[in-house]
């Protein structure tokens, strides 16, 4: 488990000091991936690299298992990055060696015997679906399969936490998707504790379980995905997961009410029903719904007539379809 | 054709001539790279963004560097000859020569390392952090070998500074095609100097293209691009 506690971070500069981040309060439970979501400049990048102290915070604990990593020695520190691999936007990769050499590298750092260093390699190469490239030098390899050594190349001491910073934010969708279903693959079969760094909402969406949302260098909201993303709190959350909210909220008569679908059976046509049982013109502002796997998941903004609210609400209570009122 | 000329053609003067030019280029430029490559190595830690910050080791060196540098190499090599006669028991011959082409050329060599360096991708430094690794393995396992192929033009380079170095010490010490120059001015012997000119160009050639056929070949970004562009 890694938590961060009352954790700034102030960067001096000639213009006066700048804020990075302010007493960010943060529990990663293990087995669990938790996206860090937020704009550019939010904090995010200053706040992955003080869980492996490559930014020392200002003031705050960094405390991973059970231990407070900002007061153990540099030995320590060294080892304990063993056991914190992470990866990159631009991969980082060594363009002078090879892939099998990349992913060899901090086994070397380690003095691990080259007969075991080869063996565990290979196994890693094999884990990311690149055995073929292993004699390839970096520049020979497209984006994606540049991540994917970047990947074996953060398990190959085993880590217990993988670290990824804006992983996918330099590869195209199909990549990105991937890339993504690797880094599942890994938390889920080798119950690596991933944090992940990203702008990008679909990545929290595929992947994480847990989610937390950063805005001008302070924790805006965390909690499990499902929870935030179907009523999120605070106006930064809304911005970035239902995006054309706030503007479809603006104006219009009569009651306005968002439905959250968070995973119901997604055959039964609710708001054709919710029209016809209820006798009540129906006006959809907004509405950004997915079907995945034969469930219903999303948003979706109606207006109904002032005089009607009671009788939708009832009907939507009636089906087990949640909502909030907006105002 | 100059009686000079027809000496050195017999006795194999020009070919002594080449040999001592290499011999006191080469070996200045190993030992100038012994003092350089640690002291290049050191500005780039030492350096403000660098791995281990010192910022005043690093003015010092910095200003140490430049003051040596900024010297034209005549004048400092005749500053030089009382500290060569005083180390060396010497001013003249090889010996003092190679003294000479060191101390100027060394802190030449730590600045072409320097900007070797820092043309390492940060992000890959960040990453080796990131595993654990110690300054000295990032020094030898990602810095040296990432910039290996800059590291081979810089030496290029500062060769082909300490040959020429090397032809202007003549003037005060040691042999080598720069002291049968100077000697054929002395006598008027025109054909000499043009073979001297003649043999450090095709010196000079062999060890730039020498040199820069070595950095491409170990350089495993370049072959690529070049298969990239052939297909």
């Known amino acids: 488990m890694i938590e961060l506690k009352n954790l700034t971070k102030t960067y001096p500069t000639i213009g006066g000091e700048v804020v990075a981040l302010e007493d960010v309060n943060l529990t990663i439970p293990d087995g669990a991936i938790f996206g860090v979501i937020g704009l550019s400049g939010a904090g995010k990048s200053t706040l992955v690299r003080c869980l492996n102290l490559l930014e020392r915070p200002t003031s705050g604990q960094v405390i991973i298992d059970g231990e407070d990593i900002t007061k153990i020695s540099k030995k320590q520190l060294l080892q304990l990055r063993r056991n914190v691999g992470m990866i990159f936007q631009g991969f980082n990769l060594l363009e002078q060696r090879t892939v099998e050499a990349n992913v060899r590298f901090p086994l070397e750092l380690d003095r691990v015997p080259r007969n075991q260093a080869a063996a565990r390699v290979a196994e890693l190469l094999e884990l990311v679906g690149l055995s073929d490239k292993a004699k390839a030098y970096p520049s020979q390899l497209s984006g994606g399969q540049k991540q994917r050594v970047a990947i074996a190349r953060a398990l190959a001491t085993k880590p217990k936490y993988v670290l990824c910073d804006e992983a996918t934010s330099a590869l195209d969708p199909t990549t990105t998707e991937s890339i993504l279903q690797l880094v599942k693959d890994v938390n889920k079969k080798l119950g690596v504790t991933v944090v992940v760094i990203t702008h990008e909402m679909r990545v929290v969406e595929s992947i994480c379980t847990h989610v937390a949302v950063i805005d001008n260098s302070r924790i805006a909201e965390t909690g499990l995905v499902s929870e935030v993303f179907s009523y999120p709190q605070s106006d930064i959350a809304k911005q970035l997961i239902i995006p054309n909210l706030i503007r479809s909220l603006a104006g219009g008569e009569g009651t306005k009410l968002r439905l959250v679908f968070n995973g119901e059976q997604s055959d039964e046509p609710i708001v054709s029903a919710l029209a016809m049982e209820c006798r009540v013109a129906v006006n959809i502002l907004y509405a950004d719904t997915k079907n995945i796997d034969g469930k219903a998941f999303g948003h979706m903004v109606i207006t109904v007539p002032d005089g009607k609210s009671a009788t939708v609400t009832k009907f939507l209570d009636a089906h087990g379809v949640s909502y909030r009122e907006e105002v | ?231």
């Open chain 2, 1 to 231: 054709m100059s009686v000079l000329f027809t000496q050195l053609w017999s006795n194999g003067g020009f070919w002594l001539g080449v040999w001592e030019t290499l011999y006191m280029t080469v070996t200045s430029a190993v030992l100038a790279y012994i003092i350089g490559l640690p002291l290049g190595v050191v500005l780039v830690l030492t350096d403000r963004d660098g791995l281990s910050p010192v910022v005043w080791l690093n003015k010092i060196l910095g200003t140490v560097v430049n003051l040596v540098r900024s010297f034209p190499f005549i004048i400092l090599m005749v500053a030089l000859v009382p500290v060569a006669a005083a180390l060396l028991g010497s001013s003249i011959g090889n010996g003092a020569m190679i003294f000479m082409l060191v101390v100027a050329s060394a802190p030449f060599v730590a600045r072409m390392v320097e900007s070797s360096l820092k043309e390492v991708d940060k992000g890959v430094i960040e990453a080796a952090r990131s595993m654990g690794a110690s300054n000295f393995q990032i020094i030898c396992k990602v810095y040296l070998p990432e910039a290996k192929p800059s590291l081979i033009v810089g030496a290029v380079i500062s060769t082909v500074t300490i040959l020429g170095y090397s032809a202007m010490s003549a003037t005060i010490a040691g042999g080598g095609l720069g002291a049968i120059a100077t000697r054929a001015r002395n006598v008027y012997a025109d054909d000499v100097i043009w073979l001297c000119v003649a043999l450090t160009v095709v010196v000079v050639q062999v060890i730039q293209e020498g040199g820069m056929f070595l950095a491409r070949k170990v350089d495993k970004r370049r072959r690529v691009n070049r298969r990239t562009k052939q297909s």
